[in-house]
């Protein structure tokens, strides 16, 4: 009865909120139903699909060769993203806080966030001219005259590059951006513990040791295992642009997979059923990740 | 305080490693700027760092007498602007919607909202929904289908709960509606949040190139500039890793070369977000840690 008469009182609020849940069940609820398409064959007569097939897709994906190496492509290049852009971002959030003329630090902090706020294409762009195998270009022409190489590396096109070259990558575009959370937990310590270290007679890197990294230890805890949540988001467009047929053993990983068999070789059940693993095993992961959070420090997203 | 020797030492490694990070930041960008503005043939002899060497502004003549690159200007402008409006204006109200307290079935709602951040339908569901909604080829794919950001909307319904509820209180007791509430009373509070939204959504339309290769089948007419630039980057790929390509270019004598066509687009796209970013700093960078902390 209660619940009525609120629902009475709020049915403006309610009434506004329809268009909201409608938005929702289209475009996000839609499509979580149309990837039961996984689990059938397409057509183009039926919207959803047509004749139920079971876990065929999933079979053929488990028992083909390429899901070993997509599978490890896709755990690699994102835990070597997540270890260094953490590790990164700390160093130079700590660094940061360790300036004290407050322009030369915001100066800094500012030219930091630059690369985040530009796209992969940009980025991919750029690389294909700093890396290129030319010999003129800017890195090979460098290492050519510091005579640390007798010809060009080709950085784009051997897979044995490819993973340093999109770590490096991701870590130049993302050191200033992640750096911002930890700056304010490094800002939110408290003063009289360096104080009276100082007194004790430490110096700056046993200050930072003992007083620094411990304090911001849960917000790393934290952030890294939400990292871990989402391994399988290797993303798709660092690896679209600067993949191609020499470093693809390298560089597939799931997102360009489902879209490169899924749509243009129209594979449609095939890649639905790629892209409902991947979502599955993420949401896994992140539930997992947040129960330890939630158990052993204390606190969680959800 | 006095400061010792080693802490003098310390300060000035600390301060010459952050001016090389940061100069690793802003040069790239710098160096593709000045590029930009080279003659293309003389670009390719290489060694071009600080300032032109050839001055030259066939690139941006060539782009802006293409009326495809203007087009695409165009409708990068036009997404921008609209899908930013359009985006603030949902999330400001769905955030007020959600971030009343007494609302009967919140924790239901919110979960029905929440869950969708953590699992999706995935790339090709995806896609045949917005084939089958007609969007497809159809400019308003660039505005409709991510009008509602549920970070967004998490990070802004956080801000508005943290506001003192006594003064939407009071102006409902005035008799004040829903709408009218939120336009009067909060919004004008929450300028931190507003801006950093509208930032977030705006530079994400500006930047995207997503849509653009899934949504459009490639022709002109809806193309925006990250996909010319796309197109650019495909085209221009096979020289990065082949020694011949460039070599063979060369020889063909033409005084543009793609390289400086791709310079001086990305030039363009890049430009309108250095000039905008820095200003908005104090805003975003309040908006993150405050999403991220209560999260």
């Given amino acids: 009865m209660s619940v009525l008469r609120k629902m009475k009182r709020q049915r403006v609020h309610l009434l506004l909120l329809v268009p909201f849940l409608l938005f929702m069940v289209i475009f996000k609820y839609g499509p979580m139903y149309g990837s039961l398409l996984a689990f059938r064959e397409f057509s183009y007569r039926t919207p959803f699909g047509g004749d139920w097939v079971g876990l065929k897709y999933f079979k053929t994906f488990f028992n083909s060769p390429d899901f070993s190496f997509v599978l490890r492509n896709t755990v690699v290049i994102s835990s070597l993203g997540l270890v260094f852009s953490t590790v990164a971002a700390i160093a130079f959030a700590i660094m940061i806080c360790e300036v004290r003329n407050a322009a030369y630090k915001k100066v800094i902090q500012t030219v930091s966030y630059l690369p985040h706020f530009i796209s992969w294409v940009v980025v991919a762009g750029m690389a294909m001219t700093i890396f290129s195998i030319d010999e003129l270009a800017p890195l090979n022409s460098l290492l050519l005259r510091l005579h640390l190489i007798d010809k060009p590396i080709n950085f784009l096109g051997e897979a044995d590059h490819f993973w340093p070259l999109i770590t490096s990558l991701s870590v130049w575009k993302n050191i200033g951006w992640n750096s911002i959370i930890y700056i304010a937990a490094i800002a939110s310590i408290d003063k009289q513990l360096y104080e009276s270290a100082m007194m004790d007679g430490a110096g700056k890197f046993r200050q930072i040791l003992y007083i620094t990294l411990p304090s911001i230890m849960p917000t790393i805890i934290l952030l890294f295992t939400f990292g871990l949540g989402y391994i399988l988001n290797a993303g798709l467009d660092q690896q679209l642009f600067l993949q191609n047929p020499m470093n693809m053993k390298h560089s597939e990983v799931l997102d360009t997979y489902v879209l490169k068999y899924g749509l243009q070789q129209a594979a449609y059940s095939y890649g639905a059923a790629v892209g409902l693993f991947k979502s599955v095993v993420g949401l896994a992961l992140i539930v997992l990740c947040n129960y330890f959070c939630r158990r052993f420090l204390k606190t969680g997203i959800f | ?295």
């Avoid at chain 2, 003192?164 to 709408?179: C, K, M, N, T, V």
């Avoid at chain 2, 909060?186 to 939204?197: D, F, K, N, R, W």
């Fill in chain 2, 1 to 295: 305080m006095r400061v010792t020797s080693g802490e003098r030492l310390f300060y000035i490694v600390n301060g010459f490693i952050l001016l090389l990070i940061g100069f690793l930041a802003a040069f790239p960008f710098w160096n593709i700027f000045v590029v930009s503005f080279n003659e293309g043939r003389d670009a390719m002899r290489g060694s071009i760092y600080f300032w032109p060497r050839k001055f030259s502004l066939e690139a941006y003549r060539a782009i802006f007498n293409e009326n495809n690159l203007m087009h695409s200007t165009y409708i990068s402008i036009a997404r921008t602007l609209l899908g930013t409006v359009v985006g603030v204006v949902c999330t400001a109200i769905l955030a007020y919607l959600l971030s009343n307290r007494e609302l009967v079935f919140r924790r239901w709602i919110l979960f029905f909202f929440i869950i969708t951040m953590y699992f999706s339908g995935g790339l090709i569901p995806e896609f045949m929904l917005i084939r089958d909604l007609h969007l497809y080829n159809n400019f308003l794919v660039y505005i409709i289908p991510g009008a509602i950001g549920v970070w967004n909307v998490m990070v802004m319904r956080q801000f508005f709960e943290d506001l003192p509820p006594s003064l939407a209180e009071s102006a409902r007791i005035d008799g004040a509606s829903e709408l009218r509430t939120l336009r009067s009373i909060i919004l004008p509070m929450s300028t931190p949040v507003l801006a950093t939204i509208a930032l977030m959504i705006g530079v994400a339309q500006w930047t995207t190139w997503f849509d653009t290769y899934m949504y459009t089948s490639g022709s002109q007419e809806l193309s925006t500039l990250q996909g010319v630039l796309v197109k650019i980057l495909m085209e221009t790929q096979i020289q990065s890793t082949d020694p011949t390509q460039a070599a063979r270019l060369e020889q063909s004598g033409a005084i543009l070369t793609p390289e400086v066509i791709k310079m001086a687009t990305i030039t363009i796209t890049t430009v309108p977000i250095v000039l905008i970013y820095p200003f908005l700093q104090k805003y975003f960078v309040g908006g993150l840690t405050v999403g991220a902390v209560k999260g």
